[in-house]
């Protein structure tokens, strides 16, 4: 695990109390395992997996899915995985640490028009130049 970056406003001691309190957080973090296709199956003929009367579908556009249950992983794992390049997928455990989900990003950087600017009727720009 990389230790974190110091910011000019922390003493040495912060960063080691900040270092030790993230992995506590993963020690305590609910794991949960990651299901990558990795078939070279089209998507039509494998594109989820039935496991005791469920169906698991993979995601469209990332190819996975995540299962909080450690024994069924491991079944999927030991059915379907395999050697490097012959296996249909791949089992990857990933720590749940709370409080650190991706939220993703919701600014909007965009808007329509200067106010000190002049526009024409179709919405262009009208330069100096041009007047």
Known sequence: MKRPKIAPAMTEKDVEQAFKETAKQR???EKSYEIYKASRKPWSQ???I???GRRLEF???TNALRVRDKKLAMDIKQTLGGKPGEADV?????D????QSESGH???FGFKGAPWAKYDEFGKRITEDEE
């Open 46 to 48: 494998f594109n989820a």
């Open 90 to 94: 791949v089992v990857v455990e990933v």
């Open 106 to 108: 919701r600014y909007f």
């Open 96 to 99: 749940d640490v709370p409080g």
């Open 59 to 61: 995601g469209k556009q």
């Open 50 to 52: 039935d496991v005791d």
């Open 27 to 29: 020690v305590k973090a």
